[in-house]
């Protein structure tokens, strides 16, 4: 990939001298940690910047650096009521993911690297090769020639393994290149990965244990689902729901799985959507107006659930011929 994307982005950046970040709602640990990082490289610049997020933090982020700087709101216009400060939006299709109101008329500055992405943005960049947002941040880094410090360092390392499902998919020789440059910046990988996979809520546990108990498989296919009622009973939260599909990909035989989580309201069900590589489920999440990577999308669906369900296995068992 060619410079262009990144030296502009780095002039943009020095061209203003305060910015809004954020990312999509629901956020995740590539969410998380990269908004913080690129607050990092902004602080580096001279640059002043303001994180906002529509939704709050999962609990298992909590310890990472610099977590006190993220604001979580509903319109960007409580954090700043200024249409002259240029917004960054990380990993989002549009506005309307970033859950946000206020960014409409705002220079929009688009980072992305889904397969999904968009070029909406006033400027945009987005890299379908990068196995997160993340490592986007960190080529900016390079790019305005800051120090990566160890901060910084841990939250993209975060960022990645989060994102990678722990290097599972959408790694390369550089990834792990990558990997070895912010361990040697500071960030300790063994620490990370406890505060990730080592500090889940029992109300986690139990909801896992409701899920597997509605575990269904067809051939190469795998489901399952949670209801309200099921999260009530667990005391549960939305944060509680990541990672239980990756218990029903990891089934052998297995080549494409989807649990479904019932919102509270409006009768809806939230997709999360994995794949060995034989489904590219980015493109299924899209034709339901999702979207993510080939192997790890999701998206939302009207219900009933047994409508709901019949609707993702049918696009999943046509990917699967």
């Known amino acids: 990939m060619t410079s262009e994307p990144i030296t502009a ?23 998380i940690g990269s908004v913080l990082a690129l607050a990092e490289v902004l602080d580096q610049l001279g640059r002043e910047s303001q994180i906002i ?9 909590h310890t990472l650096p610099g977590i006190d ?20 939006l990380l990993e989002c299709d549009g506005i309307p ?28 960049w987005i ?29 993209i390392y975060t960022a990645i393994l989060s994102d990678t499902g722990s290097f599972t998919y959408s790694t390369n020789a550089g990834t792990f290149a990558l990997a070895h440059d912010l ?24 909801l896992l244990g409701a899920a597997l108990s509605n575990l269904h498989t067809e051939g190469p296919l795998a489901w399952s689902w949670v209801t309200t009622n ?12 990541e990672g239980v599909v990756n218990y029903l990909i990891s089934i052998a035989g297995v080549e494409s799985a989807v649990f479904l989580r019932e919102l509270p309201s409006n009768d809806q069900y939230r ?31 009207d219900g009933p659930l047994t409508e709901a369900t019949e609707r993702i296995l049918s696009q999943l068992r046509t990917g699967l011929c």
């Open 9 to 31: 982005l780095v002039e943009a950046f020095r061209s203003h001298c305060r910015f809004l970040i954020t990312s999509h709602a629901r956020p995740d640990g590539d969410a």
């Open 53 to 61: 997020l529509a939704d709050e933090i999962p609990n298992i982020y």
């Open 69 to 88: 700087r993220i604001r979580i709101a509903r319109d960007a216009r409580d954090i700043d009521p200024d249409p002259s400060v240029p917004a960054i």
């Open 97 to 124: 993911r970033t859950g946000l109101a206020g960014l409409e008329g705002r220079c929009l500055i688009n980072i992305d690297h889904h397969a999904s992405g968009r070029e909406f943005g006033n400027l945009n």
């Open 127 to 155: 890299d379908e090769d990068a196995c997160a947002v993340a490592e986007m941040v960190y080529r900016i880094a390079c790019a305005a020639q800051v120090r990566i410090t160890c901060s910084m360092a841990t939250c």
């Open 183 to 206: 361990a040697a910046h500071g960030a300790n990988p063994s620490q990370i990965a406890r505060d990730i996979y080592f500090s889940n809520p029992e109300s986690k546990i139990r």
């Open 230 to 241: 099921d999260m009530d009973a667990a005391g549960a939260g939305a944060e509680d729901c």
């Open 271 to 301: 997709l999360s959507i994995r794949s060995k590589g034989k489904v590219d489920v980015a493109q299924i999440a899209e034709n339901f107006g999702g979207g993510g990577h080939r192997s790890a999308s999701g998206c939302t669906l």
